[in-house]
């Protein structure tokens, strides 16, 4: 079974930057789409950032223009450059693949939590 292991989290002043990590234990190509998903306290995970297999990405509105999804194919990783951070942007990020076969697989989730 593949695995995704996250890291690049921490804490960082507004306005700061931080990228996250997303290490899949066997190749990107396993997976049709890579994302990013993130979970604040007392709210529901929603969708960050989505990267195809072609390399398509889309992205939540609150995100757009400060986050950048990326995937590097050679280390079967992904990242998620966070720029201008904001406050409400604290939250555990949590890695995402979908298989060919429609099968999910999560990271554990790294923290990121922005100062204001």
């Known amino acids: 079974q593949v695995q995704l292991v996250e890291s690049g989290g921490g804490l960082v002043q507004a306005g700061g930057s931080l990228r996250l990590s997303c290490a899949a234990s066997a190749s990107l190509f396993s997976f049709h789409t890579m994302a990013w998903y993130r979970q604040a306290p007392g709210k529901q995970r929603e969708l960050v950032a989505r990267i195809s297999s072609g390399g398509s990405t889309n992205y939540t509105d609150s995100v757009k223009g400060r986050f950048t999804i990326s995937r590097e194919n050679a280390k079967n990783t992904v990242y998620l450059q966070m720029n201008s951070l904001k406050p409400e942007d604290t939250a555990v990020y949590y890695c995402?693949?979908?298989?060919?076969?429609?099968?999910?697989?999560w990271g554990q989730g790294t923290q990121v939590t922005v100062s204001s």
């Open positions: 995402n693949g979908v298989t060919w076969n429609a099968r999910e697989r």
